[in-house]
């Protein structure tokens, strides 16, 4: 059976918190293993620091975790960018965007980030 423990990912952000999760003995959150994954790859390193601008600046200091942000459910779960008008508004719209970050909103507040599709 896995085990594992939620941890804050990052709460310094002004209106959300952000917690991801940490399974059995592993030295990463799940969070830290996605960000490590990509930082270094240069076809990559550009969609990653959007994801996490998406998450700490827009999230975190403008709008919250606001519900319609998570919209694209795959089971009780979301991933992350979101589609459709917000995704436009964003600049994820009309384009592909190669990662996926599957997450769980519990509130306007609190974010678990989980583990890359």
């Known amino acids: 059976m896995n085990n594992f ?7 310094e952000s002004s209106l959300v918190t ?4 940490r399974v059995g003995e592993s030295k990463l959150l799940e969070m830290e293993k996605f960000v490590q994954k990509y930082e ?20 975190g200091e403008e709008r919250g975790a606001d519900e319609a942000l998570f919209n694209r459910p795959v089971n009780s ?12 508004e964003l600049g994820f ?10 997450c769980l ?3 306007d507040q609190v974010v678990v980030l989980l583990m890359e599709a």
Do not use: C
Not at 93 to 102: A, S, T
């Open 5 to 11: 423990t939620l941890e804050v990912w990052d709460d």
């Open 18 to 21: 952000f917690y991801s999760v």
């Open 40 to 59: 270094d790859d240069p076809n990559q390193s550009t969609h990653v620091d959007e994801l996490i601008s998406l998450l700490v600046e827009f999230m």
């Open 77 to 88: 779960a979301a991933e992350l960018p979101p589609t459709g008008k917000i995704g436009y």
């Open 93 to 102: 719209g009309g384009r592909m965007f190669p990662l996926r970050l599957f």
């Open 105 to 107: 909103r519990l509130s």
